[in-house]
């Protein structure tokens, strides 16, 4: 497809299981960023990677928060031994260029909900 | 720390009204500034942008935005708005010094009654 796609859309898990979220970018997009949404909130930042550098992960909550892009194409936001403060939105978006100066293109996100 | 603040959550409208949504931001250096916008069931996307000149900025779907540095707003309008601009708002500034960091608002819920 043209844009970036996520998956899964939709996500339950049980407080303690490990989850995977995968994010395909478009063809050709330098720049990949991961951000949390909760509700209600705006997006709030994770990680960013410029092809399959890692150049910022500040924005990740904590060490059970990993993300790669082995490839500098599709990216995957692992969370082990989720928690309920984990439930949330995650949106994954990708830029031709940095960020700032490129439109961000947006995939519908991957829902997350912890019990 | 940086923040951005959109001043209403939530916003309801008859068609044809004149709609205004604001955002401000705390940051005393040069800003770049975003407005997107997501339809219900949709991504989000790019409304309008602002990097330097015009302070008025024109956007898709009659949309428009004027930045005014020394009140460090950015605020949305449009003459005339319609059913299907019904969509979640979101202002984003990022800091030149970031060449990739986006701040973003809270977001706006607009509903337009038909």
């Known amino acids: 497809g043209a844009g970036v796609s996520q998956s899964p859309r939709y996500k339950v898990a049980k407080r303690g299981q490990d989850v995977a979220l995968r994010c395909d970018p478009i063809?050709?997009?330098?720049?990949l960023f991961w951000y949390q949404q909760a509700l209600g909130q705006g997006p709030e930042f994770l990680t960013y990677f410029q092809n399959e550098a890692q150049l910022d992960k500040s924005g990740l909550p904590s060490d059970r928060f990993f993300a790669e892009r082995p490839e500098g194409s599709v990216s995957t936001l692992k969370i082990q031994r989720t928690q309920q403060e984990d439930s949330a939105v995650y949106l994954c978006?990708?830029?031709?260029?940095?960020?700032?100066?490129?439109?961000?293109?947006f995939g519908e996100g991957s829902r997350l909900t912890v019990l | 720390a940086q923040s951005v603040s959109q001043h209403n959550h939530h916003v309801i409208l008859s068609e044809a009204a004149s709609l205004e949504l604001g955002c401000n931001y705390s940051y005393g250096g040069t800003v770049n500034l975003f407005w997107y916008v997501q339809y219900p069931g949709q991504h989000l996307q790019l409304l309008l942008k602002y990097f330097s000149g015009d302070p008025l900025v024109k956007g898709i779907k009659g949309f428009e935005a004027e930045f005014i540095k020394s009140k460090f707003s950015f605020n949305l309008r449009k003459p005339s708005v319609q059913w299907s601009d019904t969509a979640e708002y979101f202002c984003a500034v990022n800091p030149r010094d970031s060449n990739y960091q986006l701040i973003w608002g809270a977001g706006t819920k607009l509903i337009i009654k038909p």
């Open positions: 978006a990708s830029s031709f260029s940095g960020g700032s100066t490129g439109e961000l293109f």
């Open positions: 063809s050709g997009h330098v720049s």
